[in-house]
């Protein structure tokens, strides 16, 4: 599966790191992120719900499709802030969210995603900069479903929406 291109200058990424509010919110702050949908990916129930989700029987995880500018933001720096913002040695945890639809994905588009992933999740192991070997998924890329509108930008929505990273 390709990224979705909307036009020349722009590429995509997908990431799963928890609670999609906050993910979202992380990246919808990046200076040449143009866009962000959070929803659903990896999973095999077509169009599910939020709840059917939550009952941790589809298999999809909550995750947030990036639009963004490659000449401003690289996917590098996009892993960096990834990686950052969640713990990536927790598998299907993400502090009080537990369940699969909360694990630490990566899902990439093509060869270069992979690679530059799989080289950042190299270099992180042996860093020692964690006491535990990264357990994030690096998955390619399988149909999105868009989540309920009340999902998108909630806590742009809900200014006194909990969520762990704000």
């Not at 990566?106 to 690679?115: D, L, R, S, V």
Request: charged share 25%; glycine share 8%; proline share 4%.
């Amino acid at each position: 599966m390709k990224p979705i291109v909307i036009n020349k200058t722009m590429e995509q990424a997908t990431f799963g790191a928890g609670c999609f509010w906050g993910v979202q919110s992380a990246f919808e702050k990046l200076k040449g992120v143009k866009e962000t949908t959070v929803g659903y990916m990896g999973g095999t129930t077509t169009n599910p719900t939020y709840e059917q989700v939550c009952s941790n029987t589809t298999g999809h995880a909550e995750v947030v499709i990036i639009k963004y500018d490659p000449k401003i933001i690289s996917y590098h720096e996009l892993l960096k802030t990834f990686f950052k913002i969640h713990d990536p040695t927790q598998k299907n945890r993400q502090g009080p969210d537990i369940g699969s639809q909360y694990r630490s994905v990566i899902f990439y588009y093509n060869e270069e995603q992979k690679t530059i992933a799989q080289n950042m999740i190299k270099e992180l192991d042996s860093s020692g900069q964690y006491k535990k070997e990264i357990a994030t998924e690096l998955t390619k890329a399988s149909p999105f479903y868009k989540a309920e509108e009340y999902h998108q930008h909630y806590l742009k929505k809900n200014k006194s929406g909990a969520c762990r990273l704000f």
